[in-house]
């Protein structure tokens, strides 16, 4: 079996959509599955493991992350119908996913058009928008742990919630691949949602800069962006990192914002919310990695 490369000191701003971050110790590109069960098991990878897709939910910290990250998106992106159910492997991008199903005549991919991550990413965060999330459609996945040991897992196997994934077997494995059911539909039909859905994101979100898309969970009754946008906040700029002034729930990278500067935002966010609102605002993107 041929080992793939191990990276070391590779800077994680070229791994997320904020462009942001300091170094990982160890990376690695996994390019399929066999190699990458066989690296988990006879390469010593440094704890703990993180494995990621476009980084398009996650904010890496400016001080790195001291250990290994795994990435999924150059690899892993097989997809084919089998048996009625849509196969996908976790490294293939949604957009790429929801364009294939809608392709092939079937109905209701629309919302994973607009989500710029993986399947893996979706997963992991029961990914959605529009009133469908990613674990609608999920028939079975497949994990592996951190010894490269697979694992096929029933729906049932897992907690799941908004933004929340919980493997309740074990909650240190990661996904390889997925199994979606779709409901056959009209292939013009399904084509034009997503035409529909891309040219509103187009017109709602600051797609021209560097985010993480929404910054916060809308907690219970409430949206997050029309709190932040009530409290004033539209605009608001520490460092390089900007409230947008189109969303205000997404942050932007106005081209030299730190870490530091998005996670002091968020901190400033949350706190002249609570005190205009008394509402408190749960972060939705994943905080990864050591402060400066
Ligand atoms: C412009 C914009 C719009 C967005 N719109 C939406 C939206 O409408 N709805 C929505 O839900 N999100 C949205 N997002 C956020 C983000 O795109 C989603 O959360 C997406 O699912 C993350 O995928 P990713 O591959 O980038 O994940 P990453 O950011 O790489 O990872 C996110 C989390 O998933 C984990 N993870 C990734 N891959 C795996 C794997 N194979 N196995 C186990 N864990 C894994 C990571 O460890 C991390 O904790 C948006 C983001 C942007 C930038």
Redesign the pocket.
């Known amino acids: 079996m041929q080992n793939d490369e191990i990276l070391f000191d590779i800077p994680l701003r070229d791994l997320?959509?904020w462009r942001v971050g300091g170094v990982v110790d160890q990376f690695y590109f996994c390019t399929d599955k066999e190699k990458l069960s066989y690296n988990l098991q006879k390469r010593n990878f440094k704890l703990p493991i993180?494995?990621?897709?476009?980084?398009?939910?996650?904010l890496f910290r400016d001080g790195g992350f001291r250990g290994t990250i795994i990435a999924?998106?150059k690899g892993l992106n097989h997809i084919k119908l089998e048996d009625q159910l849509f196969y996908a492997e976790?490294g293939v991008s949604?957009s790429k996913l929801a364009k294939y199903i809608a392709r092939l005549g079937y109905a209701n991919s629309a919302f994973l058009a607009?989500?710029?991550?993986?399947l893996?990413?979706?997963?992991?965060?029961n990914?959605?928008?529009y009133g469908s999330e990613t674990w609608d459609f999920v028939d079975k996945v497949l994990t592996i742990d951190q010894n490269g040991i697979e694992h096929l897992r029933k729906k049932e196997e897992f907690d799941i919630a908004y933004?929340h994934v919980e493997n309740k077997k074990n909650p240190q494995e990661?996904?390889?691949a997925a199994w979606l059911e779709f409901q056959e539909g009209n292939k013009e039909k399904a084509e034009l949602d997503i035409k529909k859905l891309l040219e509103k994101?187009k017109s709602t979100?600051p797609?021209n800069w560097p985010?993480?898309?929404?910054t916060f969970r809308n907690p219970d009754g409430h949206f997050a962006a029309k709190l932040i946008e009530e409290s004033g906040l539209k605009g608001y700029q520490i460092g390089g990192a900007q409230v947008s002034e189109k969303h205000a729930n997404?942050i932007i990278n106005r081209g030299n914002a730190s870490a530091s500067d998005i996670e002091n935002l968020i901190t400033y966010i949350k706190a002249e919310v609570f005190k205009q609102t008394k509402i408190i605002l749960e972060t939705e993107i994943?905080i990864i990695g050591e402060k400066n």
């Open positions: 997320n959509s993180m494995f990621i897709g476009l980084g398009s939910n996650t999924m998106h976790s949604c607009g989500i710029p991550g993986t893996g990413g979706a997963l992991a965060m990914a959605g928008c933004r990661f996904f390889i994101r979100q797609l985010t993480a898309g929404s997404f994943r």
